[in-house]
């Protein structure tokens, strides 16, 4: 039961593709519009009440801890870009319980953030409109929600030209503020102290939430495994400069008697030295901004409740598709009615919430990361490899404990509630659903030398790659799919080799096992085929039309062509026809240019089976 319902959901994700549309500019604009919002336009005034002038240290503190689990992040999504985005890696890494906690959480961020955003903007709304602050985010929620319902989805090119609008404006407020900072308003620089510096960097780490929707969108990304990463890479360096740079201008023109507690901080700080003009032109940049950001939160928030139903974590009606307007319906309406929900939360109890439940996932990430490498999966092959590994995750991973820690016991009351919430939707439900192979076994298996796997997580990263890469397969992959495949553990000669080849061979070219033979040897004698001390491929010609077949061998221990040479450890035979002379030139370049790839040996060595060996000629870089 639980293999077919996986074959039903690969096969529901195989009818829901995404098309590949996204260029640079537009990650760099979706994770920037993203983080561009309430962390900025409202976060700053409430934070100083906690902090002080050290308040831009605090910004400074969590764009660095961001940074090492974006770097992660940007692993993962370079080697895996699918709808999903976290919990999609981080099932396969550590397993359907770890993945239903980490998607229930990241739903659980998002919806907040943009709740967050929604009450943001509803702010700036009050000055035109006499409401109150809650309801006007409630009308708003309800507008977002019919929007994603109808399925209209704003244009890249609006995207792009609203992000950028907005630097602009950003930076010339920065260049504007700069000299009307009065230095007197930094003094005393720390008043509640140095632990005060670290909880309120946990308490500004929802700014860095963006990053987690362009995870989301990976799928739809143009060449996501260099794109994506690069994206990610500059929105968070460029967001994070603004940050630091806005909240020192803003500090040191407003001073903690007008900026703390305030929910337009830089519009009073550009009120305090443009007048009207300023809180008019940064208002209107801050309701651009969670447009920007609560739209596309509602969006990116409901595609994990329809990730979780696909792979049979939650009932399946959450991934119900709208016929009318193709959207998921029934996981937009929850998240919708979630985020009502949140806008009655206390304000300060919603960013620490949506903080706490941010910071786990950044921790799942270099978590995943770890244990992806640690596992030695073969067909683990990120395009971008994190830094500094593994320094880097061990660094995030103390630095995010220690942000939970520091945020106090709501932060980790709230934590925990999502952890244990997850757990329990996976005990009761989606544990008699699913059985997919994930990273953390391999890795146990690994250390125990147990057999705990079929390899089957193998098969799906193969198919990953083929996706991301967009590899269309020729004549060449499927041969290799279809050839006799031997893997030899003891020391064996040439002539033995042969002997056997012929055998598995010949049956499937139609010919006499021992012609079959004598050609080999004759070939042999005219000229070595033993290309390099490791690598050795014997191809003949035979009688015939429309024949040709492939053999793939490795011998651990080696195959002695010459009793003066190294034995070789890799062999491709190539048997082929008179008329398949051009295809049997082109088999001889797809292979010349899979083995020049300088960890071809190693992954050759190491290899775990004939399957294995096939992929490794399957994924390699050729020209096609």
């Not at 293999?3 to 920037?32: H, P, T």
């Not at 890249?156 to 230095?183: C, H, K, T």
């Not at 024949?547 to 009793?563: K, P, Y």
């Not at 020049?596 to 089976?609: K, L, N």
Request: charged share 20%; with cysteine; proline share 4%.
């Amino acid at each position: 039961m639980p293999r077919e319902r996986e074959r039903d959901a690969r096969g529901m994700e195989r009818n829901m593709e995404l098309k590949r549309e996204l260029k640079l500019v537009d990650v760099f604009c979706i994770a920037s519009g993203a983080m561009i919002s309430s962390g900025l336009f409202i976060l700053p005034g409430l934070a100083h009440a906690r902090v002080g002038p050290a308040l831009f240290v605090s910004y400074l503190l969590a764009g660095l801890l961001a940074m090492t689990g974006m770097l992660s992040q940007a692993e993962l999504v370079s080697a895996m870009p699918k709808a999903g985005g976290t919990y999609f890696y981080v099932k396969r890494t550590m397993g359907p319980a770890v993945g239903t906690v980490d998607g229930l959480i990241t739903w659980l961020s998002l919806s907040l953030k943009s709740a967050f955003a929604l009450v943001g903007m509803a702010a700036f709304t009050t000055i035109v409109i006499a409401l109150g602050i809650q309801w006007i985010a409630l009308a708003l929620c309800v507008i977002f929600i019919a929007i994603n319902l109808i399925g209209v989805k704003e244009a890249s090119r609006a995207q792009v030209v609203l992000v950028f609008g907005l630097l602009a404006i950003l930076i010339f407020y920065i260049a504007r503020g700069i000299p009307e900072i009065r230095i007197q308003n930094f003094e005393p620089f720390a008043p509640k102290g140095i632990g005060a510096i670290f909880s309120t960097a946990g308490f500004v780490f929802i700014s860095y939430g963006g990053l987690l929707k362009v995870a989301s969108v990976a799928e739809e990304v143009r060449n996501p495994g260099r794109v994506v990463p690069l994206g990610m890479i500059l929105s968070l360096l460029v967001v994070n400069i603004l940050y630091i740079l806005t909240v020192l201008v803003t500090t040191g023109v407003l001073g903690a008697s007008r900026l703390d507690g305030s929910i337009t901080p830089i519009s009073d700080g550009a009120a305090a030295f443009m007048g009207p003009f300023g809180r008019i032109l940064l208002g209107i940049a801050a309701v651009l901004a969670f447009v920007s950001t609560a739209n596309a939160g509602i969006m990116a928030a409901s595609r994990y409740p329809l990730a979780l139903s696909r792979d049979g974590l939650m009932p399946e009606r959450l991934g119900k598709i709208g016929r009318r307007f193709r959207t998921p319906y029934v996981s937009i309406l929850i998240t919708g009615a979630f985020m009502v929900a949140a806008l009655f939360l206390r304000l300060d109890l919603l960013i620490k919430a949506a903080s706490s439940v941010l910071i786990l996932t950044y921790l799942f990430s270099c978590f995943s990361v770890i244990i992806l490498r640690e596992s030695r999966l073969q067909n683990y092959q990120p395009v971008f490899r994190a830094p500094l590994y593994p320094v880097l995750q061990i660094a995030g991973i103390i630095g995010f404990v220690f942000l939970l820690i520091e945020m106090g016991v709501h932060a980790l009351l709230v934590s925990l509630a999502a952890i244990i919430a997850g757990l329990f939707i996976y005990w009761f439900y989606g544990r008699i659903r699913t059985g997919r192979e994930y990273a953390l076994l391999h890795l146990i298996e690994r250390i125990t030398a147990k057999e705990l796997t079929t390899y089957t997580l193998e098969s799906e990263l193969k198919e990953i790659i083929r996706e991301r890469d967009e590899i269309v397969k020729d004549r060449f992959d499927r041969l290799v799919e279809d050839c006799v495949t031997v893997d030899i553990e003891g020391p064996v000669g040439v002539d033995d080799f042969f002997g056997n080849a012929a055998g598995m061979m010949a049956g499937r070219l139609g010919m006499d096992p021992g012609v079959l033979l004598r050609k080999l040897n004759e070939r042999e004698k005219d000229s070595s085929t033993v290309l390099t001390p490791f690598l050795a491929i014997p191809h003949i010609i035979i009688e015939g039309d429309q024949a040709f077949d492939i053999l793939l061998s490795r011998c651990r221990e080696g195959v002695r062509f010459d009793e003066s040479a190294p034995a070789v450890k890799a062999i491709f035979a190539l048997i082929g026809t008179k008329d398949e002379r051009n295809f049997h030139l082109r088999a001889l370049s797809a292979i010349a240019q899979i083995v020049q790839d300088p960890g071809f040996e190693r992954m050759w060595m190491a290899a775990r089976d004939e399957s294995a060996l096939r992929d490794i000629i399957l994924l390699g870089k050729r020209k096609r």
